[in-house]
Structure formats: C-alpha cells, structure tokens
C-alpha cells in the first residue's frame, strides 16, 4: 500500500495535469515530488521495516506492471501536452515534475522489471527504457553493471574523486559499447541483436511523436528522456561512488557484497523509487521483488541525505566531495577485504552473473 499510495499518487496528479490543461495540478505534482518528499522523508517513524524474511510480494507485481503502462500514457501525453501550451511557467512545472516521476519512479520500476523471471514482465521493462531512448541500459544493467559492479570494468561505477559531470559521458557512451559487446559476444551471431530492438523502438518513438505533435512535441520529448536519462545516471554516481571490491591475489575481484553500495533509508522516496535506495540487497539477490529488499546499518553503507538529495548534491562536484569523500576513505578502509563480512546479507550465489 505504501508504494501504491506514493507512486499512483503522483501519477494521477500528472495525468490530470495533462488531461484537463489545469496549472494547478502541475504545480501541486511538482510540490508533491520535491518538497512535499523531503518533509515526509525527515519524518523517522515513516521509515518502513524490513519485510519479514521468505514473503512474497503479489500486489507489488501489480503495480510495477501497472506503473509500465501508465509510463506512456504520461510520456506521450505530456509531450503533447507541452507541445500544446506556450512556454511559461506552468508548463516548465509539468515538465519538471513529468521528468521527476519518469526519471525516479518510471527508471526504478523499468529496473525492476528487466530483473523479473517473467518474459512479458522484462519485455515491459525494456519498452520502458526504449521509450526513453535509453534501450542499451538494459543490456549494460544486467550483462555488465551486476558483473563488474564497484570495479573498473563498469562504466557506471564512479571512481574515487571522479566528478558527476565527467562521469556522465563516460558512463553514458561506456555502457553503450560494454552492453554491446556483452551481447555479442553472448549471440555470436545468433538471432536478433538487441540494439536493433532499442535502436529500432527508440526510432519508431520518436517517429510517432513528430507524426502527431510536429516538431515542437518532439523537442518537448526528447527534453523528457534527456532528463530522466540524467536522473538514471545520477542514481548510478550516487549510489557506487568511490566504492571498490579488493582485488584477489590471483587478479580477480572479489564477490559483489553489501558493502559495495551506498544506500538510504529514507521511507518516502523509498516508497517513489520502489526501494531502489536500497541497494546493497539488490546487488546481493537481483532476483528479489522490491518490497522485499532489506537494510542493515552495520553492513552496508549509509548515505547521509535521501537519494534525490544526494543527487541534487551530486550535481556541484566540490560539494559532493566535501560531504562524500571523507565517507568513502571512513567507509573503505574497515572493508577493504570486499566481502562485507559475515551477516544476514551473504553474498548470494551466483549472484555475479546474471542470466538471460
């Protein structure tokens, strides 16, 4: 229920936004996804618990694949939406909040989705990423992202001291060539490629918009990927800064642990990103429904401010290091060994590698 009540709630604040042309409900989404969570995120007792161990989580199969539809809808209709409306205010508050709720509900929920057993499920998940021109994810997510976390070898990874500004393009082009390669090389020239797939929706999407909203709606909507784009890749800077898994004697690294993510325990804007700040467990057990994903203060570290927070920090480099930096070095030194130690969160096995 809490997961429903945030997501859905942002959601029908932005629908009737584009629905009735209203600059109200624009302004109310924007509130909503900003101030409104971080008041809520101060509240400690809103911190939700740990999911008692081994149960299942139907309903939250439910609304992320309910959350999958209702992306487009809000994409395509906003687009056009804006692309209806003079430039103002108003319409930068739609367009501001829309990019929020697909850059931290809609980005969280596809995630989820790629992760899931289901077919049809990560068939959703996929559409979601092609629709935000940001196909390749998928496959740099799972081929390389949950291979090769806290090292070197992943672009998405940001290295000790390495601003969000240089670590943008870096990570955006790397991961387009490592999931590539990552595909290749698991085809060998078998079936269809997936970058045809993303390369082909993505082309299909922006076609369409044009067709139907000319050229302003596409700008309006390539703005909206654009965004939620940078929002994926600052959840990516935040949530790996500077952390790294030991190196081996024999040169290979050392088992992805809790101690390789940075996490948070804010409870509202868990509830808005499907516990995506929790995500120590996610690296540990990917297979896990989100509701499931669970904390441990002493194992895995702990940022100081809600994610969006961090992100918005993320966003001044010398700031960031002024508040990060000394956590990495405070952090890194105890849990050199990369293991993260004996606990509840064991590594999980396998969970290295992740199947197609």
Known sequence: MRFAAITLSLAALLGLAIVTGGAAAAWVALAFVTLFAAGMDRIAALAAPDAPAGAEFPAGTGLSALLGMVH??????GALALAARPVSADALALFVALALFLGQVSNSNAHELIHRGDRRLRALGVAVYVTLLFGHHVSAHRRVHHVWAATDRDPNSARPG?????????????????????????RR?????????????SVASLACVWAIGGGTALAWYVGLCVYAQLQLLL?????????????????SWAPVGPAHSWNAPHGFTSG???NAPRHSDHHAHPGRAYPGLRLDREMMPMLPYALPVMAVIALVPPLWRRVMDRRVRAWS???????GGPGRFPVAPGSATIGP
């Open 72 to 77: 487009v809808p809000l994409l395509y209709g």
């Open 162 to 186: 390495e601003g969000f500004w240089h670590f943008a393009p870096r990570a955006w082009w790397g991961s387009y060539l490592a999931g590539r390669r990552a595909e290749t090389a698991l």
């Open 189 to 201: 020239g078998r079936g269809v490629h997936p970058y045809r797939v993303y390369a082909a929706g």
């Open 235 to 251: 959840s990516d800077y935040v949530q790996h800064y500077g952390l790294r898994r030991a190196r081996r004697a024999d040169g």
């Open 272 to 274: 808005l990103m499907l």
């Open 333 to 339: 030194a105890p849990h050199a060994s990369g293991t």
